[in-house]
């Protein structure tokens, strides 16, 4: 039997938890990170919030005479909706890259003055204040007289080696890896930064 302590408890549990995604959602959203629109179906919040959408259509059952037993399954609903809402954003917009911009600008420009240089596989450990723009806290260079290039790696699969991340291209003409799917432009656009997907 539903009584009026677990209905107040739903409501709360449901209010707090859709705070904490939709917190940590914009967090990650603003952090270093290309973040697709499938991407919340397999996380864990995403698993513990549609268990309580389906479990607020208990309250909806006729027990409670009054219109506030429809409000633990709008409170999720709406969370459920505004992340949906937040990651699609987020998936048409590199909105981390787009926030950390100046960061990889500078960290381009220390290659570029020569101050930071590849070792012998090419790649070169970013200063602590930038180890944040790159997942392994690296980046991988190659630089001569006439371009520079600069890959700032998002994300490895460990089985295939296969990376994806941001690339800067001074000659604005990325070449075609074969460690990466395929290149997009940086949306919105950034002359000669590009995006490896590997979808």
Known sequence: MINKRSFIAHVLISAGFGIVL?????????????????????????????????SSLAFMRGEFETKAKYL???????????SL?????????????????????????LVEAGDLQADNDGFAKLPPEYRNLSVTGEIYLTRDANYTSVFFMDGQD??????????????????????????????????????????
Not at 22 to 33: A, E, H, K, N, P
Not at 88 to 100: E, L, R, T, Y
Not at 102 to 109: D, G, L, S
């Open 72 to 82: 633990p399954f709008t409170i999720n609903l709406g969370i459920v909706i505004a």
């Open 158 to 199: 460990e089985f295939d080696s296969i990376s994806w991340g941001y690339l800067y291209q001074s000659d604005g003409n990325p070449s075609d890896p074969k460690e990466c799917g395929s290149w997009r432009e940086i949306r919105p656009h950034h002359q000669n930064w590009y995006y490896c997907e590997t979808r």
């Open 22 to 54: 939709l917190t940590s959602t914009v967090r990650d959203i603003y952090s270093v990170g290309t973040y697709y629109f499938w991407l919340i179906c397999y996380s864990c919040p995403a698993i513990v919030l549609m268990g309580l959408l389906f």
């Open 85 to 109: 809402f937040l990651i699609s954003i987020a998936s048409n917009k590199d909105v981390g890259f787009q926030w950390h911009y100046q960061e990889y600008m500078k960290a381009v420009k």
